[in-house]
Each structure stands twice: as structure tokens, then as C-alpha cells.
Nanobody
């Protein structure tokens, strides 16, 4: 079983950048597809981005494409979400998640393990 801990959230002005990290322990991260999701107050959790085990493929939601990028360092057991050109509508709690399956999924139910989340607040 893998444990996930997110970090790097905070308050940033619109147009700014943040880099989220997700550190894994308890298992080898390269056994999992990794994803980032977010949940704003009063809204459902939504897919942000995902990356395959070997980082040979990534997928991002349309709302963040061109602004956010996901990457991973399996040697460090860490996944990253680089967020640029942030907008107030990006304000949410961001979660990383691990999926034991072999095809990237955009649905949260496919992911087996979740972190506690990190708050990102973008001011206008």
C-alpha cells in the first residue's frame, strides 16, 4: 500500500505559478499511474492531469492544458504538478492519487490511493 503526501500549495496572485509535489512512501511509485485531481468548495472532485508509470505519456484536462504540466521522478518517488498562469477558478484543494491499472483514467473511482490534499488559492 502506498501513502501519498502533497505539498507546495498556498496563496498566489492570478497569473502566478506554483509547483505541487506528491511524495510517496510504502511502495515503489513506478508501480502506479499517477494523477492529480482538485475539488473546489461546493463542487465535485475533477480530474486535472495524469502520467503513466514510465512518464512516456501524460494527459491533462482541457481547462488546464497549456498551463499545467505533470511530471514524475520515480527515483525520488515523487510526482509534480507545475501550475502556471494561475486563475482564480483554479482555487481548490489539490489531491494526488495512485492507480494500479494500466491505462490513464480521468475518473476518480479508478484510483486506489489518495493523499490528504493541499490547498491552492488564487487571488484576483
Amino acid at each position: 500500500q502506498v501513502q501519498l503526501v502533497e505539498s507546495g500549495g498556498g496563496l498566489v496572485q492570478a497569473g502566478g505559478s506554483l509547483r505541487l509535489s506528491c511524495a510517496a512512501s510504502g511502495d515503489t511509485l513506478n508501480m502506479y499511474i499517477m494523477g492529480w485531481f482538485r475539488q473546489a468548495p461546493g463542487k465535485e472532485r475533477e480530474f486535472v492531469a495524469a502520467i503513466t508509470r514510465s512518464a512516456d505519456s501524460t494527459y491533462s484536462a482541457g481547462s488546464v492544458k497549456g498551463r499545467f504540466s505533470i511530471s514524475r521522478d520515480n527515483a525520488k518517488n515523487t510526482v509534480y504538478l507545475q501550475m502556471n498562469s494561475l486563475k482564480p477558478e483554479d482555487t481548490a484543494v489539490y489531491y494526488c492519487a495512485a492507480d494500479r491499472h494500466f491505462i490513464i483514467s480521468m475518473t476518480s473511482i479508478s484510483y486506489d490511493y489518495w493523499g490528504q490534499g493541499t490547498q491552492v488559492t488564487v487571488s484576483s
